[in-house]
Structures are given as structure tokens and as C-alpha cells.
């Protein structure tokens, strides 16, 4: 089986968004919205209903919610309750919505695994980050992990989308971070 350089592009593209919704879930599926409705991103042929006028709306709208929901703190702690078992979902949505010109089988394996791991993964690690800010600060620098969440959301999709694999770069970067910080959290614990 030989794979073309645009479902490579298309899987990239996945994966990107894919990490993005571990930081915020709607801000990367209505970046997909959007750039599906102006045709910049080819949609599996299930999924182009994402580009309607009506899905374009209903996820701005969902966006904006989330993003303000997010800065008052304490609501933020009950957001990520249900937003990892959520971003997991999402993810394996937008890496199925855009992977093209593979077997139905393998694209929802490497969705569910790619996609909802990848997802699911950040998001669990930026729950853990804001539960931790709650009880250290009392909720007071929430806001600002919000402001840095939601900023990293709308870059990561923005680069995977016009720039896929500078987005993958980056996808790797952040495990790189992530497996730092708990590597450093778990010889702390140790230690004690």
C-alpha cells in the first residue's frame, strides 16, 4: 500500500487539529469549519457537513462559550471534567474528518489512536495543570493557563492547517514538555 504526499498532508493536517482540541475542543473544529467552507481543506467525503453555513455557526458559537467559560475559575475544574473524555472524541473526529484516500478501517484506527491519544493526552495534562493552579492559588491564575490554552489552541490550528508539518513539530514539542513535567512531578513525589 503506497501512500500519497496528500493523505501524508491529510494525516498531519489530523493530527495538528488533533492536539489543538486538547487545549480547547471547539476552537480546532471550527477552524476546520472554516477553512473547509472557504475550501482550503479537503473533507472526507462523511464529513462535509462540517463545511455548511449552519455548522460554521453553531461551532463559533460553541467556541466563544468555551472560551469564556474557561476564565471563571472553579466553572474551569467542572469544564475539564467532562472535556477529556470529550477531547478524546473530538479528536478522533477531526483525524477522521480530514484523513482521505485510506481504508475505512485503518483511517478510524489511526483517528482513535492518533487523533483521540493525542487529544485525550494534552487535554488530561491541562486538567491536571489548572486543578493544580486551583488549589495553589485559589482559582486566581486560572485565567491566565486559560489565556495561554486557548492562545496555543488557535496557533495549532492555524499551523496545522496552512502548515501541517510545522504543526507536527510542534505536536512533538509539546509531549516533549509534557513527558518533562512529568517526569519532574513524579521524582518530586519521590522524593517526599
Excluded at 3 to 20: D, K, N, Y
Excluded at 40 to 55: C, D, F, H, R, T
Excluded at 56 to 65: D, K, N, S
Excluded at 103 to 114: G, K, R
Aim: glycine share 6%.
Amino acid at each position: 500500500m503506497s501512500i500519497s504526499p496528500e493523505t501524508i498532508f491529510s494525516i498531519l493536517v489530523g493530527i495538528g487539529l488533533a492536539a489543538s482540541v486538547g487545549f480547547r475542543i471547539f476552537v480546532p473544529l471550527f477552524a476546520l469549519s472554516l477553512a473547509s467552507y472557504f475550501n482550503i481543506i479537503p473533507l472526507n467525503e462523511n464529513w462535509q457537513w462540517v463545511s455548511s453555513s449552519s455548522a460554521l455557526i453553531i461551532l463559533g458559537v460553541a467556541t466563544i462559550v468555551e472560551v469564556i467559560a474557561y476564565f471563571i475559575p472553579f466553572l474551569d475544574n467542572l469544564l475539564d471534567t467532562i472535556a477529556v473524555p470529550l477531547a478524546a472524541i473530538a479528536g478522533t473526529a477531526v483525524m477522521v474528518a480530514t484523513v482521505s484516500e485510506l481504508d475505512p478501517t485503518f483511517t478510524w484506527a489511526l483517528a482513535i489512536i492518533a487523533g483521540g491519544g493525542t487529544a485525550a493526552a494534552i487535554k488530561g495534562s491541562t486538567s491536571t495543570t489548572r486543578l493544580a493552579s486551583t488549589t495553589t492559588t485559589a482559582g486566581i491564575a486560572n485565567p491566565v493557563i486559560s489565556t495561554v490554552e486557548t492562545g496555543t489552541s488557535i496557533v495549532m490550528s492555524f499551523l496545522a492547517i496552512f502548515i501541517p508539518v510545522i504543526a507536527m513539530i510542534f505536536v512533538i514539542f509539546i509531549f516533549w514538555i509534557l513527558f518533562k513535567v512529568f517526569k519532574l512531578f513524579k521524582s518530586s513525589k519521590s522524593v517526599k
